[in-house]
């Protein structure tokens, strides 16, 4: 059982930052991968950024270069900064884990319910 949960959420005004937090628990793998994706009612999930066990990152076209995901591996968690928020960047960001697929592959399945595990989210609203 893989436990995964979100911290680090919040409101913030239009260029500010915010770190988001994801802490892993329970049977984790080496070759884990994990990323973060967003959801708002109505629209499609948005994998937006994934980091493999090699360390390879990947990002959505929508926050390359605002963003940057990274992961302590001794402690289990993995962060997401966020830089520079926009408004269409206000959602519930929730991370997810895998295993045995590259930060690329990652990137086009994370929101799929069948990639791995889910967190169940943060809520980050920026105005």
């Known amino acids: 059982h893989v436990q995964l949960v979100e911290s680090g959420g919040g409101s913030v005004q239009a260029g500010g930052s915010l770190r988001l937090s994801c802490a892993a628990s329970?049977?984790?793998?080496?070759?884990?991968?994990m990323g973060w994706f967003r959801e708002v009612p109505g629209k499609e999930r948005e994998g937006i950024a994934t980091?493999?066990?090699?360390?390879?990152?990947a990002y959505a076209d929508s926050v390359k270069g605002r963003f940057t995901i990274s992961k302590d591996n001794a402690k289990n968690i993995l962060y997401l900064q966020m830089d520079n928020l926009k408004p269409e960047d206000s959602a519930t960001y929730r991370c997810?884990?895998?295993?045995?697929?590259?930060?690329?592959?990652?990137?086009?399945?994370?929101?799929?319910?069948?990639?791995?595990?889910w967190g169940e989210g943060t809520q980050v609203t920026v105005s």
């Open positions: 980091i493999d066990s090699g360390g390879i990152t």
């Open positions: 329970g049977r984790t793998y080496i070759k884990w991968c």
């Open positions: 997810a884990a895998s295993w045995d697929v590259t930060a690329i592959e990652a990137l086009g399945r994370i929101a799929d319910p069948a990639f791995g595990y």
